[in-house]
Antibody
Framework: QVQLVQSGAEVKKPGASVKVSCKAS????????ISWVRQAPGQGLEWMGWISAYNGNTNYAQKLQGRVTMTTDTSTSTAYMELRSLRSDDTAVYYC???????????????WGQGTMVTVSS | DIQMTQSPSSLSASVGDRVTITCQASQDISNYLNWYQQKPGKAPKLLIY???NLETGVPSRFSGSGSGTDFTFTISSLQPEDIATYYCQQYDNLPRYTFGQGTKLEIK
C-alpha cells in the first residue's frame, strides 16, 4: 500500500543538526512532491517547505531559509530534511507528506508519514 | 504573507449535531484551501481539497464550501469518531502553504 515511513526519534543539543528520512513505497516516487510539516508540543501545524521528487526543485518557508535543506534519493525513493543550528524551539514532531501536484493536480498533502520526534535539549 | 484566521479555536457538540468551522484569509485565495483532521498522537488526514472537493474515502458527512476569503467546513451529523482537531490550509501558486490555528472538537 501507499505509505511514507520516517526515521526514528532524535535528541540533539542546541547548535547541532538533524537529518530526518522519509521512505516512500507503493507509488511512483518521482511523480510526486514531498512536503515537510512540523508540530511543536501542544501546538498547531507549521509548513516547512517542499521538494519535487521529479526534478529536485525546492521551496522553503521564509522563516527557515538558510537553516533547512530538503533532498531526495530517487534510487531508494527516500526524501530527507536536514535542519541546522538547532534551537530549543525546534523541538517538535516532524512529518513528511506527499504532494500530489503532477498526477491529480491537487495541491494538498494526501499521504503522511508517522512523524519523527526531534528533541533539542542541552 | 497571507494570514489565516480559523474559528472557533475549540468547540463542544453533541452526537448528531451539525458542526461548522470557518476560515478567513487576509486576501483573496480563490479556492486554494484544504481541510485536515488530526486525532491525538496521529498524523493529519486530508479531508477536503480545493475548498469543496471530498478526498477519496472520506465520509460524505464532511463538506467544505467558500471561495475568495471566506471558507466553511461542515460535519452534517457529528459522530463520536470525529473527535479531533481540524485545520484549514491555504496555498498559493508557488506553492507555499499556511495552516490555520486549528479547531479542537469535543463531544458534549
Amino acid at each position: 500500500q501507499v505509505q511514507l515511513v520516517q526515521s526514528g526519534a532524535e535528541v540533539k543539543k542546541p547548535g547541532a543538526s538533524v537529518k530526518v528520512s522519509c521512505k516512500a513505497s507503493g507509488y511512483t516516487f518521482t511523480s510526486y512532491g514531498i512536503s515537510w510539516v512540523r508540530q511543536a508540543p501542544g501546538q498547531g501545524l507549521e509548513w516547512m517547505g517542499w521538494i519535487s521528487a521529479y526534478n529536485g526543485n525546492t521551496n522553503y518557508a521564509q522563516k527557515l531559509q538558510g537553516r533547512v535543506t530538503m533532498t531526495t534519493d530517487t534510487s531508494t525513493s527516500t526524501a530527507y530534511m536536514e535542519l541546522r543550528s538547532l534551537r530549543s524551539d525546534d523541538t517538535a514532531v516532524y512529518y513528511c507528506a506527499r504532494l500530489d501536484m503532477m498526477v491529480r493536480g491537487v495541491y494538498a498533502f494526501d499521504i503522511w508519514g508517522q512523524g519523527t520526534m526531534v528533541t533539542v535539549s542541552s | 504573507d497571507i494570514q489565516m484566521t480559523q474559528s472557533p479555536s475549540s468547540l463542544s457538540a453533541s452526537v448528531g449535531d451539525r458542526v461548522t468551522i470557518t476560515c478567513q484569509a487576509s486576501q483573496d485565495i480563490s479556492n486554494y484551501l484544504n481541510w485536515y483532521q488530526q486525532k491525538p498522537g496521529k498524523a493529519p488526514k486530508l479531508l477536503i481539497y480545493d475548498a469543496s472537493n471530498l478526498e477519496t474515502g472520506v465520509p460524505s458527512r464532511f463538506s467544505g464550501s467558500g471561495s475568495g476569503t471566506d471558507f466553511t467546513f461542515t460535519i452534517s451529523s457529528l459522530q463520536p469518531e470525529d473527535i479531533a482537531t481540524y485545520y484549514c490550509q491555504q496555498y498559493d501558486n508557488l506553492p507555499r502553504y499556511t495552516f490555520g490555528q486549528g479547531t479542537k472538537l469535543e463531544i458534549k
